[in-house]
């Protein structure tokens, strides 16, 4: 599973940076993913899952203002 200072590529789809996961925390009944950039981004259970199974996975996380396509593959 994702676990601290996993390296990923993560970002828009196609246009992922590299990061290293510092905190993994809970909000609601979905994850908090904490970068060493400081972002942040939120991922459902299933998700988290897909990425640990597949190595990559694509999802959509909600803002107040709309939704934005991610995507996170393990480095």
Known sequence: MIIID????HGSPGYENVETIKDIGNIFDKKLITFESGFTTVM???DIQELFDEGEVQYK?????GNAYESMIIA
């Open 6 to 9: 996993t390296k990923v590529r």
């Open 44 to 46: 459902d259970s299933d």
């Open 61 to 65: 996380r909600s803002y107040p203002d």
